[in-house]
């Protein structure tokens, strides 16, 4: 089989790196934004950027979910053993939940908190959660503990493309590259 008809679509693959790099960047820019030390310019900039950033993250998985859901994902090769598929699956709907519960857990956290997501504010969207210490609290907690297990499940993710990419060079990298499908 043709690794064109064994690959995912073009606009899965531009979903998938698009969502890879956003998430890529908000994970340093979360951790530098609440370190002591910086001047509040900086601090208020990384802030504004980790906000609106994650709600483009929040939309895109919505986008990619949908997508997801009314395109089958193509094939694994028949040569990989069952206890790959497994891990594979299960990482894939680890990713899944755990960007989603990442994503929603910072903006309840934002919203609840009374504080602004610019991008959100200059569209007229209105909040959608009440303002509530608890809430914002409770919400906060979830996306620090999402993003302890969040790292590990991504570091597994990109370890085993690459195990694929550059030492097995079976064919399932290429499932998901280049990002425009041939």
Same mark, same amino acid.
């Given at each position: 089989?043709?690794?064109?008809?064994?690959?995912?679509?073009?606009?899965?693959?531009?979903?998938?790196?698009?969502?890879?790099?956003?998430?890529?960047?908000?994970?340093?820019?979360?951790?530098?934004?609440?370190?002591?030390?910086?001047?509040?310019?900086?601090?208020?900039?990384?802030?504004?950027?980790?906000?609106?950033?994650? #709600?483009?993250? @929040? =939309? /895109?998985?919505?986008?990619? !979910?949908?997508?997801?859901?009314?395109?089958?994902?193509?094939? &694994?090769?028949?040569?990989?053993?069952?206890?790959?598929?497994?891990?594979?699956?299960?990482?894939?709907?680890?990713?899944?939940?755990?960007?989603?519960?990442?994503?929603?857990?910072?903006?309840?956290?934002?919203?609840?908190?009374?504080?602004?997501?610019?991008?959100?504010?200059?569209?007229?969207?209105?909040?959608?959660?009440?303002?509530?210490?608890?809430?914002?609290?409770?919400?906060?907690?979830?996306?620090? #503990?999402?993003? @302890? =297990? /969040?790292?590990?499940?991504? !570091?597994?993710?990109?370890?085993?493309?690459?195990?694929?990419? &550059?030492?097995?060079?079976?064919?399932?990298?290429?499932?998901?590259?280049?990002?425009?499908?041939?």
């Amino acid at each position: 089989m043709s690794a064109a008809a064994t690959g995912y679509r073009t606009t899965a693959r531009l979903l998938h790196w698009l969502v890879a790099l956003l998430i890529l960047s908000t994970l340093p820019v979360g951790q530098a934004m609440v370190q002591e030390g910086l001047s509040r310019p900086v601090q208020d900039a990384l802030f504004i950027y980790h906000k609106n950033v994650g #709600v483009i993250i @929040l =939309l /895109l998985m919505l986008l990619r !979910l949908g997508y997801r859901l009314t395109h089958r994902a193509p094939p &694994l090769p028949p040569h990989m053993p069952d206890w790959q598929r497994i891990v594979a699956r299960t990482t894939h709907v680890a990713l899944y939940v755990l960007v989603f519960v990442q994503a929603i857990s910072g903006y309840v956290r934002v919203e609840a908190g009374g504080f602004p997501i610019e991008m959100l504010d200059a569209l007229g969207v209105p909040p959608l959660v009440p303002r509530s210490e608890p809430l914002a609290d409770a919400a906060k907690a979830t996306h620090a #503990v999402t993003r @302890l =297990l /969040l790292v590990p499940v991504i !570091l597994l993710h990109i370890g085993a493309a690459l195990q694929h990419a &550059l030492w097995q060079r079976d064919g399932v990298f290429s499932r998901m590259w280049p990002p425009i499908a041939r």
